[in-house]
Structures are given as C-alpha cells and as structure tokens.
C-alpha cells in the first residue's frame, strides 16, 4: 500500500470525549495532497454543528521506507506532535498506526503523548485519536468518519 492512496479531500462527522470535557460532535474536513517530494501535505480543520471553528492542524506524512511512516504536525494549541509507526495492509485498504512525542510551547495545555490510528478503505477514512494530557493516562479522545469528495 502507497500513502498516496491518502491524497484527497475527505469531509465527514466525528465525535470527541475527554474525562475533562463534556462529549462532544462536529464537522470535518482533511485535505492531503501531493507537494512533488518525497512526502504528502496535511491540512485539517472541524467545526460546530453551528458552523464554528473549532480546531485545524498542519503538518506533514512520509515514509522513508516501506516499515516507517513518519507524521509531523503542528496545533495552534501550542503543540507540535512527532509520531512514528507502521503501515498495516489489510483485505481493503490499510491502517496507520503511529505513536510518538509531544512538544508543548510554555502557554500550551501539557500534553504528554498522543496515539493516531488512521483506516483507509477505498473513498472511506477512519479515524481513532487518543492522547494523554493534563494528568489524565492515554485516553480515547476522537473518532471520525470521512469520505473522499
């Protein structure tokens, strides 16, 4: 399986909990796409059922051989996470999981880890966030569904 099968624009629905937070759901929209190097351009971004901003993040995939994949993304939440994993083939598609460090700015919430499992079937992705962040141990955070438009 090549990342490139992630380029795209996939748009859908997702839902968030956090012991900290009340559950939540929104709106999203993931663009990737081609930059001609040897790794692919993210943009995501989600809103309120009100149509309100709510979160956005940019950050970069490559895969420097077939057994790693690198993720580096920037939050405008003061963090930038730095994950790393594998690749999974399965029946349809492929599945990311990738786990890694978290860099806080000195304003930022302390964030002290994050895990990302990303599912590709065809022109579905699904996607599990959990992090561990304000004395709380690793959690499930989000889960989306989204479709390539």
Do not use: C
């Amino acid at each position: 399986m090549l990342l490139s099968e992630l380029i795209g624009t996939w748009r859908g629905e997702g839902s968030g909990e956090y012991p900290t937070i009340e559950p939540f759901s929104y709106s999203e929209e993931l663009v990737i796409s081609d930059v001609g190097k040897p790794f692919l351009r993210y943009e995501q971004r989600t809103w309120s059922s009100l149509g309100a901003p709510m979160h956005t993040e940019l950050g970069f995939l490559r895969a420097p051989n077939a057994d790693q994949i690198e993720f580096v993304i920037a939050q405008p939440t003061g963090q930038t996470e730095l994950l790393e994993g594998g690749l999974v083939a399965l029946v349809s598609g492929f599945r990311l999981e990738l786990g890694g460090r978290i860099m806080n700015t000195t304003t930022a919430k302390e964030v002290e880890a994050t895990r990302r499992e990303i599912q590709v079937q065809g022109d579905l992705l699904l996607y599990d966030f959990a992090m561990a962040a304000v004395g709380v141990p690793m959690t499930h955070h989000l889960h989306a569904e989204l479709r390539r438009i």
